[in-house]
Antibody
Framework: QVQLQESGPGLVKPSETLSLTCTVS??????????WSWIRQPPGKGLEWIGY???????NSNPALKSRVTISVDTSKNQFSLKLSSVTAADTAIYYC?????????????????WGQGTLVTVSS | QSALTQPASVSGSPGQSITISCTGT?????????VSWYQQHPGKAPKLMIY???NRPSGVSNRFSGSKSGNMASLTISGLQAEDEADYYC???????????FGTGTKVTVV
């Protein structure tokens, strides 16, 4: 069973860049079989998909956030990371990392089957 | 992309069955079978309950089932239990644009 753990600053100032890391254990971020994803949830609100990385460098992201999102991977540390630039109070949220299979096998494909516990990031001066 | 539409709340008594709807479009839900459902208890991460419309991951109770008709997917919880009280989100993956869209979320209350 893969385990994912988010880490990073809990407080970011407006206009600065939010940076988070997801450490993976029990699986490899080098695996081309999975999307390594970021999702966020503002307090008391619903889930929003941010983006994913696969094949150690290919990415895709939510069109609404695309201009501000950078997702990268560090295979030596078995981690993947999120950078969100020019943050405002609207970016205050719990940020989750998760994994989804890229290929269909036995009826399974694309579902976010493993999640980290989440980390709260507050944007405030 | 717009979120998928779910009812804000659904309630039921213990032992009853409830159904949560998830309405999308032909681009999201209708044209693809990559619909999944997630359960989220307060302060916890979402948990996968149903994938690809009607498949249950290992360990998920068979009281949870999924279906789809046209642009609407549904999650049914039968034999409702107190532990089922949580928020539920649908999600659709579109292989054309290769992005994920989540539903607006439904709060299930066991009364």
């Amino acid at each position: 069973q893969v385990q994912l753990q988010e880490s990073g600053p809990g407080l970011v100032k407006p206009s600065e860049t939010l940076s988070l890391t997801c450490t993976v254990s029990g699986g490899s971020v080098s695996s081309g079989s999975y999307y390594w994803s970021w999702i966020r949830q503002p307090p008391g609100k619903g889930l929003e998909w941010i983006g994913y990385i696969y094949n150690s460098g290919s990415t895709n992201s939510n069109p609404a956030l695309k201009s501000r999102v950078t997702i990268s991977v560090d295979t030596s540390k078995n981690q993947f990371s999120l950078k969100l630039s020019s943050v405002t109070a609207a970016d205050t949220a719990i940020y989750y990392c998760a994994r989804a299979p890229r290929y269909c096998s036995g009826g399974s494909c694309y579902e976010l089957d493993d999640w980290g516990q989440g980390t709260l990031v507050t944007v405030s001066s | 992309q717009s979120a998928l539409t779910q009812p804000a709340s659904v309630s039921g008594s213990p032992g009853q069955s409830i159904t949560i709807s998830c309405t999308g479009t032909s681009s999201y839900v209708g044209g693809y079978n990559y619909v999944s459902w997630y359960q989220q208890h307060p302060g916890k991460a979402p948990k996968l309950m149903i994938y690809n419309v009607n498949n249950r991951p290992s360990g998920v109770s068979n009281r949870f089932s999924g279906s789809k008709s046209g642009n609407m997917a549904s999650l049914t919880i039968s034999g409702l239990q107190a532990e089922d009280e949580a928020d539920y989100y649908c999600s659709s993956y579109t292989s054309s644009s290769t992005i994920y869209v989540f539903g607006t979320g439904t709060k299930v209350t066991v009364v």
